[in-house]
């Protein structure tokens, strides 16, 4: 039996339910699955969340794309930033320069990274080289990454990444829309 894939403009992947809760809440998405993956629709916007890291990502998206045909799709998430002189909450495009934001290198790594010496890129994160990797190219693709640390250890609590996603949406979600 071979389903059939439901149009829709934009998808949004996240990893986190942190992140995820602010779009949903902004975009009025209800929740149509938890199994395999949390997964929230609403009119012709569909939000994924993957959980951490590139296995994960690669199989939400893949069971995403089984469901949905979208225009765009875009990833949203926190990184890490080399460069202690750009602050916490600060919102980066790594696909796109001239956007009214923030243009940053970004790259991906299985675990995290606590030393600078080790990226070639300004922003580092687990999750935004397979989501480019796995969408298909005619699909216009969106990464926008939310400064969260400076390489350290400490793990950002999910208020501060909450309110990092709630106030960067007003600077990204026209690319959502269409």
Known sequence: MTMSTRNIHTLIHTALVAEAKPIIGHFKLTCKEKIPFNLYEGKDIALIVS????????????????????????NIGIAGCVDRSVAKGTLFCTTHEG???P????????????????????????????FLQTIPKSIQTYVFKIVSDHLEDTIPSKTDVGNWINKSIKVWEKYARF
């Open 99 to 101: 956007l009214g934001m």
């Open 103 to 130: 243009f940053a290198s970004c790259s991906s790594h299985n675990a995290t990274v606590q030393k600078a010496l080790h990226v070639s890129t300004t922003l580092v994160d687990m999750e935004a080289d397979t």
């Open 51 to 74: 959980g951490m890291g590139s296995q994960n990502t690669k199989e939400a998206l893949l069971y995403a794309l089984s469901l949905y045909e979208p225009c765009v799709a875009i």
